[in-house]
């Protein structure tokens, strides 16, 4: 069942929403990050169809979300004083934080077996009013087959995932567009898993201190311990390979691409900045426009859309612009280097 929430959806429509979450079903909502796939994070059979549908391997474990702070305690413990800061300054928001799991209240297969689990409290309307009214936590990862890009309109999504779940809710484009920043508090230092809208900055000011996991920006080995599951698997990636290409230097960012579209014979789509449009040659239909290079927020919110737009022309190489890795541009930076499997050249000035 298709439901437009801007149009027409009503406290009846709502109601049989929260009704399919309730029973076990799967729904796809919107979040301000990115759709979700979601489930009651109770029921240990609804949860595992989020696993099936996906083809998401179970050693990935769930972000639950809940609609109060209430509700957070009701699924972790032994909350510190750091993260009950963390907590009170960006939830509701793209945020989310590891904490302590309370024993016997979510089923393992959400947490993966872990002692921890991923906690979010979306700020977008919808997804609290289908929380709240469901009465249950929401596990939910990124709605898209595991390894694609996440879905930030359900156009995009529709024919992979509509078949997998009992009801679509259409929210309009995800206002943000990456997935939430997620912050695991270690010996009182927050330390970044996987950055978002939030920045280390912003953290850092509430907290007094930040670190970035290094595997944020680095490849991680086979058989390697990770602090967050996620970072082992291939994600954020088309069909076609991609390459990530950056000069701090425009000029020369403009030089490496071009020299790019003449190795593939212009066979490439070039996913590029408004301002380089008119610099960087290739044919008719080959320049994804990203936005202007001042704007980072529009990079942000259109990526995984253009990156499927590109996959379609079904071109030899996929070529993307990088940005510097600062604020937002982190979180980019972090995304497109998986898409790319880490196919990156940086050019040494
Ligand atoms: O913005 C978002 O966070 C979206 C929306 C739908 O809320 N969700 C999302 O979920 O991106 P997903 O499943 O695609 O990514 C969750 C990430 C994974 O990298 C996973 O490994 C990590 O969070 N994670 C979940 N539980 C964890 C835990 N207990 N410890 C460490 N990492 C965890
Ligand atoms: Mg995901």
Redesign the pocket.
């Known amino acids: 069942m298709y439901y437009n929430w801007e149009e027409n959806t009503s406290t009846e429509e709502l109601k049989v929403i929260c009704n399919l979450i309730k029973n076990g079903e799967l729904i796809i909502f919107p979040?301000e990050?990115?759709?979700?796939?979601?489930a009651n994070a109770l029921d240990a059979e609804a949860v595992g169809k989020i696993f099936i549908a996906k083809g998401?391997p179970s050693d990935?474990?769930?972000?639950v979300?809940v609609a109060s702070k209430e509700e957070i305690y009701n699924i972790a413990t032994d909350i510190t004083e750091v993260e009950e800061k963390l907590i009170e300054s960006f939830m509701p928001g793209?945020f989310?934080i590891?904490l302590k799991?309370k024993e016997n209240v979510l089923p393992d297969i959400v947490?993966?077996g872990?002692d921890?689990?991923?906690v979010?409290m979306?700020n977008n309307l919808i997804a609290q009013a289908i929380i709240t009214f469901s009465g249950v936590p929401i596990a939910?990862?990124?709605?898209?087959i595991s390894g694609k890009p996440?879905g930030t309109n359900i156009s995009d999504i529709r024919n992979e995932l509509e078949s997998k779940v009992s009801a679509i809710i259409d929210g309009g484009d995800s206002s943000?567009g990456?997935?939430?920043t997620?912050v695991?508090v270690i010996n009182e230092i927050p330390v970044i898993?996987?950055p978002?809208k939030i920045t280390p900055e912003e953290i850092r000011e509430v907290a007094g201190n930040v670190e970035i996991d290094k595997k944020v920006f680095e490849q991680v080995g086979k058989d390697e311990k990770v602090?967050?599951?996620?970072?082992k698997?291939r994600h954020y990636a088309p069909n076609t390979k991609c390459q990530l290409i950056y000069a701090k230097d425009e000029k020369n960012q403009i030089f490496e691409i071009n020299k790019r579209v003449r190795k593939y014979k212009g066979d490439v789509v070039v996913i590029g900045f408004t301002e380089h449009k008119k610099d960087i040659v290739v044919s008719e239909g080959r320049y994804i426009d990203i936005g202007s290079k001042h704007d980072l927020e529009a990079f942000a919110k259109n990526i995984y859309s253009e990156l499927r737009n590109a996959d379609k022309i079904k071109p030899e190489i996929i070529l993307i612009e990088g940005v510097p890795k600062e604020g937002l541009g982190i979180a980019i930076m972090n995304r497109l280097l998986r898409t790319c499997e880490y196919d990156y050249f940086e050019y040494k000035e």
Do not use: C, D, Q
């Open positions: 979040t990050t990115v759709y979700g796939i979601g998401r990935n474990p769930l972000i979300h793209p989310t590891i799991k947490t993966a872990l921890t689990v991923a979010r979306p939910a990862p990124s709605a898209n996440s943000i990456l997935e939430s997620v695991k898993l996987r978002g602090e967050s599951p996620g970072m698997h």
